[in-house]
């Protein structure tokens, strides 16, 4: 099947219901998925919470402290190896630098994100499956 041919089919399929075909002819296999386009409810601006200044402050200086490992790839989050394996680690473990925090998947490769200081787990920022962008951050570590 020729790019061509392809790209009208395409076109074709965007006007329609249908959200997926295959065509096998000869010795080439096509098969074209279209997920469903779901909008998403309206959610009202949360209100901002009001918060005593010596408590803020209290909270400012202990984020200061924390080292927060980013992203450094747009891709699907996971806490462990395989789906029934153990998270790689958990708020209060110990850790060490080039120890692995998680895995992202990007384009079907696993990228293991490693911890770049010595510390103990803080928070957790993301949930397991979530998709992340560049620059997330993913955890936060308190340095030893």
Same mark, same amino acid.
């Given at each position: 099947m020729e790019l061509e041919d392809l790209k009208s089919l395409i076109e074709f399929l965007?006007?329609?219901?249908i959200t997926e075909l295959r065509i096998e002819?000869?010795?080439s296999k096509v098969r074209i998925k279209r997920g469903? @386009?779901?909008s998403s409810p309206e959610v009202p601006a949360p209100k901002p919470a009001v918060v005593q200044a010596p408590v803020a402050e209290e909270a400012e200086e202990q984020a200061e402290k924390l080292h927060t490992v980013a992203s450094p790839i747009v891709g699907t989050f996971y806490r462990s190896p395989t789906p029934?394996?153990?998270p790689f680690v958990n @708020?209060?473990?110990a850790v060490t630098r080039g120890q692995v925090l998680c895995i992202i998947e990007a384009m079907k490769l696993m990228?293991?994100?490693e911890s770049e200081v010595d510390g103990v787990i803080a928070r957790v920022l993301v949930e397991n499956g979530q998709a992340v962008e560049y620059g997330?951050?993913?955890f936060q570590i308190e340095p030893a």
């Open positions: 965007k006007e329609t219901d002819r000869d010795n469903q @386009v779901v029934e394996a153990p @708020v209060g473990l990228n293991e994100i997330e951050p993913l």
